[in-house]
């Protein structure tokens, strides 16, 4: 019997480790090399292409290691129970298409990977850039690993984590990195890719409710259930662009950083909470919908912030 080809080793790996939910690490990345320009017009294209690789890395572990703690605390095998076969957010080691073993070394490997990023960049620019970015490698791997399990404690520390760790903490390194110093403006500018990212979250835990609830995983959206959650991600939406508006009212941001408005068609195509549950597939396309929205978001941010 043949093993799997080059290309289903490569899909295999692609579905483990999400990369296809990569740019919402690039997100903030991009508007803190944006803030970096508009201070300083200071921009290395080798320490920002480490700078991505790097995050890059992260988010690969981060996705890893949170699929093998999420299997081996039974999550993953209630969720492979209560769904079909055809269920598109299937995962590779409940089918035992990939080990715990082959699990773990993927995510250290990348963690690896991303650390090595990150001491490169401590020599180049100053060792405070490790220490931004440990903080964040702390997060992603306690977020569902032991002891801490982060997202298993029902008290939003979870998305707590997010937050920090696709808004302030990339956006403040990528800002560091490029000017040597430390300033609130990417903190403030990163401010509502956290919230946006964080909705893309709740969103996507809305399709699990029902296998986290069995597991024990309280992530939000479990503790609140999945209509107040879906408000909630409403409520957080409001927030970011609040968050903009009052950031170019205050002259912190350019009048340009209105450009984000181009991204509510996005957000308001999936419409207003309705009081009711959805089918778990309709979650799934309202989570597209928050990763688009928020990757759009903050793309316009940084045109409007390098315009």
């Given at each position: 019997?043949?093993?799997?080809?080059v290309?289903?080793?490569?899909?295999?790996?692609?579905?483990?480790?999400?990369?296809?939910?990569?740019?919402?690490?690039?997100?903030?990345?991009?508007?803190?090399t944006?803030?970096?320009?508009?201070?300083?017009h200071s921009?290395n294209?080798?320490?920002l292409?480490?700078?991505?690789?790097?995050?890059?890395?992260?988010?690969?572990?981060s996705?890893?290691?949170?699929?093998?703690?999420?299997?081996?605390?039974?999550?993953?095998?209630?969720?492979?129970?209560?769904?079909p076969?055809?269920?598109?957010?299937?995962k590779p080691i409940?089918?035992r298409?990939?080990s715990v073993?082959?699990?773990f070394?993927?995510?250290?490997g990348?963690?690896f990977?991303?650390?090595?990023?990150?001491?490169?960049?401590?020599?180049?620019?100053?060792?405070?850039?490790?220490?931004?970015?440990?903080p964040?490698?702390?997060l992603?791997?306690?977020?569902?690993?032991?002891?801490?399990k982060?997202?298993y404690?029902g008290?939003?520390?979870?998305?707590?984590?997010?937050?920090?760790?696709?808004g302030?903490?990339?956006?403040?390194?990528?800002f560091?990195?490029?000017?040597?110093?430390?300033?609130?403006?990417?903190?403030?500018?990163?401010?509502?890719c956290?919230?946006?990212?964080?909705?893309?979250?709740?969103?996507?835990?809305?399709?699990?409710?029902e296998?986290y609830?069995?597991?024990?995983?309280?992530?939000?959206?479990?503790?609140?259930g999945?209509?107040?959650a879906e408000?909630?991600?409403?409520?957080l939406?409001?927030?970011?662009?609040?968050?903009?508006?009052?950031?170019i009212?205050?002259?912190?941001?350019?009048?340009?950083?209105?450009l984000?408005?181009?991204?509510?068609?996005?957000?308001?195509?999936?419409?207003?909470?309705?009081?009711?549950?959805?089918p778990?597939?309709?979650?799934g396309?309202?989570?597209?919908?928050?990763?688009?929205?928020?990757v759009a978001?903050?793309i316009l941010?940084?045109?409007?912030?390098?315009?």
């Amino acid at each position: 019997m043949r093993g799997p080809s080059v290309s289903e080793r490569v899909g295999l790996f692609f579905r483990f480790a999400r990369v296809q939910f990569l740019p919402v690490v690039f997100a903030p990345l991009l508007v803190g090399t944006a803030t970096a320009w508009y201070v300083a017009h200071s921009i290395n294209p080798v320490l920002l292409l480490v700078l991505f690789l790097g995050s890059a890395a992260l988010l690969i572990a981060s996705n890893s290691i949170d699929d093998v703690y999420d299997y081996l605390n039974g999550v993953d095998a209630t969720s492979e129970r209560m769904f079909p076969k055809e269920f598109p957010g299937w995962k590779p080691i409940p089918r035992r298409l990939m080990s715990v073993n082959q699990g773990f070394v993927i995510s250290f490997g990348f963690y690896f990977l991303s650390i090595a990023a990150g001491v490169y960049l401590g020599f180049a620019v100053g060792w405070l850039a490790l220490a931004i970015a440990i903080p964040g490698v702390f997060l992603s791997y306690f977020y569902v690993a032991p002891p801490l399990k982060l997202d298993y404690r029902g008290l939003g520390l979870g998305e707590l984590a997010i937050f920090f760790s696709f808004g302030p903490i990339p956006a403040l390194g990528a800002f560091y990195v490029l000017t040597r110093s430390i300033a609130l403006l990417p903190v403030l500018a990163s401010i509502p890719c956290g919230l946006l990212t964080v909705n893309v979250l709740l969103t996507h835990d809305m399709i699990f409710y029902e296998p986290y609830s069995a597991a024990g995983k309280r992530s939000l959206a479990v503790v609140l259930g999945r209509v107040r959650a879906e408000w909630l991600t409403l409520a957080l939406a409001v927030a970011a662009y609040s968050v903009d508006f009052a950031l170019i009212g205050l002259r912190v941001l350019p009048p340009s950083c209105v450009l984000t408005v181009l991204a509510l068609p996005l957000l308001l195509r999936r419409g207003v909470p309705t009081g009711r549950e959805r089918p778990p597939p309709e979650y799934g396309t309202r989570t597209q919908d928050m990763f688009l929205h928020g990757v759009a978001f903050s793309i316009l941010l940084t045109v409007g912030l390098l315009l």
